[in-house]
């Protein structure tokens, strides 16, 4: 599928369009009726593992993910679903196995790729800590939305 037909197509325009952001953790899958057609998308394996992990199906991204292991962007997926799932421990694993050209625009623009990764095992301890504790989980999930979105884009933008 080219980028533009990726971009206005209903499933990509519904999970970007999605209000309130994700949950940090969430207990199911958002939109049932989404998984059929993320998996009938004609699109690179990245791509519908993402669009998965934005309608909470961490599963489906997951199976995804694994399949290409060692794909630094599908590494990056299996580092987030675990973190969703939530895993931190096995999170933080596959965060410290991965690097691509895009992490600093993710996480650390104008830093280093160390700083990146630095920054997104800070935000795997956040997530933990604020599900704990309760607090400041609205901010969290914004941050985690824009991660994911960001994420999104690039995927997309490299179909």
Same mark, same amino acid.
Request: avoid cysteine; charged fraction near 30%; charge should be negative.
């Given at each position: 599928m080219a980028k533009p037909e990726l971009w206005s197509s209903p499933v990509v325009q519904t999970?970007?369009?999605r209000s309130p952001?994700?949950?940090?953790?969430?207990k199911g899958i958002w939109r049932q009726d989404l998984t059929a057609q993320i998996n009938q998308l004609s699109a690179n394996l990245n791509v519908r593992a993402v669009l998965h992990l934005l309608n909470d199906d961490f599963n489906a991204c997951h199976e995804l993910a694994q399949t290409q292991e060692g794909n630094p962007y599908a590494d990056h997926?299996?580092?987030?679903?675990?973190?969703? $799932?939530? @895993?931190? !421990?096995?999170?933080?694993? !596959?965060?410290?196995?991965?690097?691509?050209?895009? #992490?600093? $625009?993710?996480?650390?623009?104008g830093g280093t790729?160390?700083?990146?990764?630095?920054? *997104? @095992?800070?935000f795997v301890d956040a997530v933990q800590s604020v599900e704990i504790s309760g607090k400041g989980v609205s @901010?969290? $999930?914004?941050?985690? !939305?824009?991660? *994911?979105?960001? #994420?999104a884009r690039i995927l997309i933008d490299m179909e």
């Open positions: 999970l970007f369009a952001p994700a949950p940090l953790s969430p997926l299996h580092s987030i679903a675990h973190r969703r $799932e939530p @895993d931190y !421990w096995n999170s933080k694993y !596959w965060i410290a196995r991965f690097s691509h050209e895009n #992490l600093l $625009e993710i996480y650390s623009p790729v160390t700083q990146a990764k630095h920054e *997104m @095992d800070k @901010d969290h $999930e914004k941050k985690q !939305w824009e991660e *994911m979105t960001k #994420l």
